[in-house]
């Protein structure tokens, strides 16, 4: 069984720009690991998942219940699992991935009414640790940010590359459940909470690098040795 670290937070929140940072940095102190995203867009996995978020089933999150929506995720998990870093996580091996079961968590979860939420959450890992058998996270880092900030970074984002947003992109009241639901599902599973914020000032990505690098540090590099 290996180390397996997961970069979480809603859309806009920084994760990918924390992701590149941590990998640059595991590589340049020398540390084995695989880099892992998900949803694997690429991959015939993700199917569910693309149509899905594309609005075939219905043009608003709420349209697939959160049950019926995880489903779509953990399988295409399970594939990425299975065919590419399975095997080097169970011989050991540090796996660092840009989201994981932890977004259905928030992101599945923030449908539910916060009374709701622990009883998904318990189900969640049931279902994807226990029944599927993915691995559950050592540590998870999850970007605490004001929605506000998040949307206006994802639409910085999105006329930079003019990708087009999803269903779940375009609901800025659904964002505001995520991030709440995020910060219930880390307090039920005992994530790591990155502060995105200090004082109501937006933190610098170097700064908060460094924070996620001493967490990462910690588990990865033991005595200075990269394993
Ligand atoms: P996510 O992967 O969570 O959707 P990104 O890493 O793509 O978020 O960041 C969203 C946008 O915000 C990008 O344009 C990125 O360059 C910018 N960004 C990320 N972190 C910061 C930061 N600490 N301060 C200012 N802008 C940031």
Same mark, same amino acid.
């Given at each position: 069984?290996?180390?397996?670290?997961?970069?979480?937070?809603?859309?806009?929140?920084?994760?990918?720009?924390?992701?590149?940072?941590?990998?640059?940095?595991?590589?340049?102190?020398?540390?084995?690991?695989?880099?892992?995203?998900?949803?694997?867009?690429?991959?015939?996995?993700?199917?569910?998942?693309?149509?899905?978020?594309?609005?075939?089933?219905?043009? @608003? *999150? #709420?349209? $697939?219940?959160?049950?019926?929506?995880?489903?779509?995720? =953990?399988?295409? %998990?399970?594939?990425?699992?299975?065919?590419?870093?399975?095997?080097?996580?169970?011989?050991?091996?540090?796996?660092?991935?840009?989201?994981?079961?932890?977004?259905?968590?928030?992101?599945?979860?923030?449908?539910?009414?916060?009374?709701?939420?622990?009883?998904?959450?318990?189900?969640?890992?049931?279902?994807?640790?226990?029944?599927?058998?993915?691995? @559950? *996270? #050592?540590? $998870?880092?999850?970007?605490?940010?004001?929605?506000?900030? =998040?949307?206006? %970074?994802?639409?910085?984002?999105?006329?930079?590359?003019?990708?087009?947003?999803?269903?779940?992109?375009?609901?800025?009241?659904?964002?505001?459940?995520?991030?709440?639901?995020?910060?219930?599902?880390?307090?039920?599973?005992?994530?790591?909470?990155?502060?995105?914020?200090?004082?109501?000032?937006?933190?610098?990505?170097?700064?908060?690098?460094?924070?996620?690098?001493?967490?990462?540090?910690?588990?990865?590099?033991?005595?200075?040795? =990269?394993?």
């Amino acid at each position: 069984m290996g180390t397996m670290i997961v970069l979480e937070g809603i859309d806009g929140s920084g994760k990918s720009t924390q992701f590149s940072l941590l990998c640059d940095r595991l590589a340049r102190e020398g540390a084995e690991f695989m880099r892992v995203s998900f949803p694997a867009y690429g991959e015939p996995s993700s199917a569910l998942v693309r149509m899905y978020l594309d609005g075939q089933f219905g043009s @608003a *999150p #709420d349209a $697939v219940n959160p049950y019926a929506a995880s489903t779509f995720f =953990a399988v295409d %998990r399970f594939a990425s699992y299975k065919r590419l870093w399975g095997d080097f996580y169970d011989r050991g091996g540090t796996v660092v991935t840009d989201r994981y079961t932890t977004s259905n968590a928030i992101h599945q979860g923030a449908k539910l009414p916060h009374g709701r939420r622990a009883g998904f959450f318990g189900w969640l890992s049931e279902f994807e640790f226990n029944l599927m058998g993915l691995p @559950a *996270p #050592d540590l $998870v880092l999850y970007m605490d940010i004001p929605a506000e900030l =998040a949307a206006e %970074r994802r639409r910085g984002r999105e006329s930079a590359t003019g990708a087009v947003p999803d269903i779940h992109e375009r609901d800025l009241s659904y964002l505001e459940e995520c991030r709440e639901c995020g910060l219930d599902a880390a307090e039920y599973y005992g994530w790591r909470k990155v502060r995105c914020c200090d004082g109501g000032q937006p933190r610098g990505a170097d700064d908060i690098h460094t924070e996620i690098w001493s967490e990462c540090g910690k588990l990865i590099l033991r005595g200075g040795a =990269a394993v």
